[in-house]
């Protein structure tokens, strides 16, 4: 049986074409004058952005839902410290790439009205627990996240 996937992951409209015969290479940038860490951050920032151009439209949503547990669980993690700011922070970037997991939605497969719902009930209870600090809602939402990773890996079968 063939998996449909439920995402649209095509080319913006107005995407930027570039000519690799007739453009010219930008000249590399000395990191001698950078600390290590700013060196480090910076062949991470590299190797991330490579893992996304060249990942399938499957591993992209694979990617997001990593995201996705991983920010909710810094957020909860950070009510027991306290940090206001961490738990909005990662809030916020939870529920961000929730509106990412729903604008990608191909709304011509069945299942994309019914992902979107959900989708959209996460992103008003991670907006109801970052409001309250409501550690429960929360764990709430990360479960629902797990369980979406957790299919998604098997259904694809990604390592």
């Not at 306290?82 to 939870?94: F, H, P, R």
């Not at 990608?104 to 992902?115: A, C, F, H, Q, R």
Request: hydrophobic share 40%.
């Amino acid at each position: 049986m063939a998996l449909l996937n439920s995402y649209n992951y095509t080319k913006p409209r107005n995407h930027v074409t570039i000519n690799i015969k007739t453009a010219e290479a930008p000249k590399p940038r000395a990191l001698t004058g950078f600390p290590a860490k700013k060196r480090e951050e910076s062949k991470t920032e590299q190797y991330l952005e490579q893992r996304v151009l060249s990942a399938k439209p499957e591993e992209l949503t694979y990617m997001l839902y990593e995201g996705l547990v991983r920010f909710i669980t810094i957020a909860s993690l950070a009510m027991d410290e306290g940090d206001i700011e961490k738990i909005n922070n990662n809030a916020v970037k939870a529920q961000n790439i929730l509106v990412e997991l729903r604008v990608t939605l191909n709304m011509d497969i069945p299942i994309s009205k019914e992902l979107d719902s959900l989708y959209e009930y996460m992103e008003f209870k991670l907006t109801e627990a970052n409001v309250a600090k409501d550690k429960k809602l929360f764990e709430e939402v990360l479960q629902m996240a797990i369980e979406f990773k957790s299919t998604w890996k098997e259904a694809f079968n990604l390592a």
